[in-house]
């Protein structure tokens, strides 16, 4: 029986308005070759210069992920020559990234918290778009400079269940920083997925490194793959060849990918157009100030806060936006757990299903916060019921506006007292004059006929208890 | 130096040497590794790496977007072009 050891590099795609070293704009979609200037199209004469806020990314992820932060980072040049980089060299970090060995941990699908060690963090520039046609390639270069952060990770993962597990929980922990929308299928988050395996108790295998993977469920399905094709070839007797292979999503395997000898000596040395960057106490206070806590402690936090199940806690800790809105909406753990329950059950139930009616999601939707806690806290005071609430909930979403002032509109409240009742009661009686007699003289069973009635034209406002006891008292 | 190692050298950095070029060439790095292999007996135990001379402070910039005016004259300056994608022999 064989283990299977996983490390992986994964890239994303900071969140900068500007690339890494020039002040073209990041964007995608623009026109080919239009967000595109003479430092990033690598003319001769030119001088990068660090975009702080990417730096400043840069430090926080590190920092989120238990790094030691490096006290003067440096920056490389990595030399190749392909067209996707128009300098023939990539600017990088090779000698002193921003920050080395950490750890994160992840929630397993067998339901333990695992850590992954982080072998290092460090910031380098993406490379432009090609688009290769008959006999020619086509160059795009708006890409080319993009802020691009990678984090590598020692091979302490152990399964492709595992890998998918972390690698969605590293989605979330960018996302909840503000620094990615690691976006796997948009191409803002890349992930090289290196796998070996061995038996118990021994030594590292031969790793191979496979690429093309856009999805989280594809590098699941990779690892398995390689596990398996490993296994075979070990077991056949055969080496495994350390080498690099590119999924192949439509045939669900890995395939070799052919690899000119000799062209992975990148020569690295410092980069002589970028001075190293000394982060102060300033820069410093700044990375604590905008460190937030992380999803998987805030999910553990919440559950036990509010007692929710475990698919209530992942459902409201998804994102950091949702998980704002659900203690904001609970009032910041105050009122406990009934209050928490009732919180995730309105997301998780009716709110989802008004979000996927109006094709909205919750950020763009009019339904806040504080207007879900108004809902809730009507109908805990029994000024409405359940029905009514969820009526509640659409005329919100339909009118963008406060549950009081809606209630007030629609005449919607609860009649709760014998003076709203009585009047209502005694129009009923007027319209059914025989079936009052008929109850009168002891046909009980026809009770239920003027309940109905009553709530009927009370448009199912009247507490069932009250109509009962004043019908009682009246007939 | 080793002629095979040149030749190495010669291909990482896309230059194409004919045979004569070789041995001249040879002979020039040789000397220059000699001079290297000097200075490698200095000292230098204790010191930093100069990667940078004359630096102070940390140089960087605001986030803010300045668009190059020189894009569309960039293009025209290609050999070949396709709308607005630079040409070239596939590579794939």
């Given at each position: 029986?064989?283990?299977?050891?996983?490390?992986?590099?994964?890239?994303?795609h900071?969140?900068?308005?500007t690339k890494?070293?020039?002040?073209?704009?990041?964007?995608?979609?623009?026109e080919?070759?239009?967000?595109?200037?003479?430092?990033?199209?690598?003319y001769p004469?030119?001088?990068?210069?660090?975009?702080?806020?990417?730096?400043?990314?840069?430090?926080l992820?590190?920092?989120?992920?238990?790094?030691?932060?490096?006290?003067?980072?440096?920056?490389?040049?990595?030399?190749?020559?392909?067209?996707?980089?128009?300098?023939?060299?990539?600017?990088?970090?090779?000698?002193?990234?921003?920050?080395?060995n950490?750890s994160v941990?992840?929630?397993?699908?067998?339901?333990?918290?695992?850590?992954?060690?982080?072998?290092?963090?460090?910031?380098?520039?993406?490379?432009g778009?090609?688009?290769?046609?008959g006999?020619?390639s086509?160059?795009?270069?708006n890409?080319?400079?993009?802020?691009?952060l990678?984090?590598?990770?020692?091979?302490?993962?152990?399964?492709?269940e595992?890998?998918?597990?972390?690698?969605?929980?590293?989605?979330?922990?960018?996302?909840?920083?503000?620094?990615?929308?690691?976006?796997?299928?948009?191409?803002?988050?890349?992930?090289d997925?290196?796998v070996s395996?061995?038996?118990a108790?021994?030594?590292?295998?031969?790793?191979?490194?496979?690429?093309?993977l856009?999805?989280?469920?594809?590098?699941?399905?990779a690892?398995?793959?390689?596990t398996k094709?490993?296994?075979?070839a070990l077991?056949?007797?055969?080496?495994?060849?350390?080498?690099?292979?590119?999924?192949?999503e439509?045939?669900?395997?890995?395939?070799?990918?052919?690899t000119?000898?000799?062209?992975?000596?990148y020569?690295?040395?410092?980069e002589?157009d970028?001075p190293?960057?000394?982060?102060?106490?300033?820069?410093?206070?700044a990375?604590?100030?905008?460190?937030?806590?992380?999803p998987?402690?805030?999910?553990?936090?919440?559950?036990?806060?509010?007692?929710?199940s475990?698919?209530?806690?992942?459902?409201?800790?998804?994102s950091r936006?949702?998980?704002?809105?659900?203690?904001?909406?609970?009032?910041?753990?105050?009122?406990g757990?009934?209050?928490?329950?009732?919180?995730?059950n309105?997301?998780?139930?009716d709110?989802?299903k008004?979000?996927?009616?109006?094709?909205?999601?919750?950020e763009?939707?009019?339904?806040?916060?504080?207007r879900?806690a108004?809902l809730?806290?009507?109908?805990?005071?029994g000024?409405i019921?359940?029905?009514?609430?969820?009526q509640?909930?659409?005329?919100?979403?339909?009118?963008?506006?406060?549950?009081?002032?809606?209630?007030?509109?629609?005449?919607?409240?609860?009649i709760?007292?014998?003076?709203?009742?009585?009047p209502?009661l005694?129009?009923v009686?007027?319209?059914h004059p025989?079936?009052?007699?008929?109850?009168?003289?002891?046909?009980?069973?026809?009770?239920?006929?003027?309940?109905?009635?009553?709530?009927?034209?009370?448009?199912?406002?009247?507490?069932?208890?009250?109509?009962?006891?004043?019908?009682?008292?009246?007939? | 130096?080793?002629?095979?190692?040149?030749?190495?050298?010669?291909?990482l950095?896309?230059?194409?040497?004919?045979n004569?070029d070789?041995?001249?060439?040879?002979?020039?790095?040789?000397?220059?590794?000699?001079?290297?292999?000097?200075?490698?007996?200095?000292?230098?135990?204790?010191?930093e790496?100069?990667?940078?001379?004359?630096?102070?402070?940390?140089?960087?910039?605001?986030?803010?977007?300045?668009?190059?005016?020189?894009?569309?004259?960039?293009i025209?300056?290609?050999?070949?072009?396709?709308?607005?994608?630079?040409?070239?022999?596939?590579?794939?």
């Amino acid at each position: 029986m064989y283990q299977t050891v996983v490390g992986l590099e994964v890239h994303i795609h900071l969140n900068t308005k500007t690339k890494a070293f020039c002040g073209c704009r990041a964007e995608f979609g623009d026109e080919p070759n239009t967000n595109v200037c003479p430092v990033c199209l690598g003319y001769p004469g030119v001088l990068p210069v660090l975009n702080q806020e990417a730096l400043v990314q840069a430090y926080l992820v590190a920092k989120a992920l238990r790094c030691e932060l490096s006290p003067r980072t440096l920056f490389d040049r990595k030399n190749y020559f392909y067209p996707d980089m128009p300098k023939n060299y990539q600017i990088t970090q090779f000698h002193d990234p921003v920050g080395r060995n950490g750890s994160v941990d992840f929630l397993s699908p067998d339901g333990t918290v695992k850590t992954v060690r982080i072998h290092d963090v460090h910031l380098e520039e993406d490379a432009g778009k090609m688009i290769h046609a008959g006999d020619m390639s086509l160059c795009d270069y708006n890409r080319a400079g993009y802020s691009l952060l990678e984090v590598v990770t020692e091979p302490d993962l152990t399964s492709g269940e595992d890998t998918e597990a972390f690698l969605q929980s590293f989605q979330r922990l960018v996302r909840y920083l503000g620094v990615s929308d690691g976006n796997m299928e948009e191409g803002s988050m890349k992930c090289d997925t290196n796998v070996s395996i061995r038996k118990a108790g021994e030594p590292l295998g031969t790793k191979v490194e496979v690429k093309n993977l856009n999805s989280t469920r594809f590098i699941k399905k990779a690892v398995e793959f390689e596990t398996k094709r490993q296994a075979t070839a070990l077991d056949g007797n055969r080496t495994i060849v350390q080498e690099t292979r590119l999924w192949n999503e439509n045939r669900d395997v890995t395939e070799s990918m052919r690899t000119k000898e000799g062209s992975l000596d990148y020569r690295y040395f410092p980069e002589p157009d970028l001075p190293p960057f000394v982060p102060d106490k300033a820069f410093l206070q700044a990375i604590d100030g905008r460190l937030v806590e992380l999803p998987l402690a805030r999910r553990t936090r919440l559950l036990t806060a509010f007692q929710l199940s475990k698919e209530q806690a992942d459902f409201v800790t998804e994102s950091r936006f949702l998980a704002d809105f659900f203690e904001t909406a609970t009032g910041t753990g105050g009122t406990g757990p009934a209050a928490g329950q009732a919180i995730a059950n309105w997301l998780m139930g009716d709110v989802q299903k008004e979000l996927n009616h109006f094709g909205l999601t919750l950020e763009a939707s009019p339904l806040t916060a504080t207007r879900l806690a108004q809902l809730q806290a009507l109908l805990d005071s029994g000024r409405i019921h359940i029905k009514i609430a969820k009526q509640l909930l659409v005329a919100i979403f339909e009118e963008d506006k406060d549950p009081e002032r809606l209630l007030k509109e629609k005449g919607w409240e609860a009649i709760t007292t014998e003076e709203q009742l009585s009047p209502i009661l005694d129009q009923v009686f007027a319209q059914h004059p025989a079936v009052v007699e008929a109850i009168r003289a002891g046909d009980v069973r026809q009770k239920g006929y003027l309940v109905g009635q009553v709530m009927q034209a009370t448009g199912g406002r009247a507490t069932p208890g009250l109509v009962n006891s004043l019908l009682a008292k009246k007939l | 130096m080793d002629i095979g190692e040149l030749e190495t050298t010669a291909a990482l950095a896309q230059i194409d040497l004919g045979n004569g070029d070789l041995e001249r060439l040879g002979e020039a790095v040789s000397q220059m590794l000699a001079h290297f292999e000097k200075m490698n007996t200095v000292d230098t135990e204790g010191l930093e790496p100069t990667t940078h001379a004359l630096v102070r402070d940390n140089r960087v910039r605001a986030d803010d977007v300045t668009p190059s005016p020189l894009a569309d004259a960039m293009i025209d300056q290609a050999p070949e072009r396709e709308d607005r994608f630079f040409v070239i022999p596939n590579v794939l």
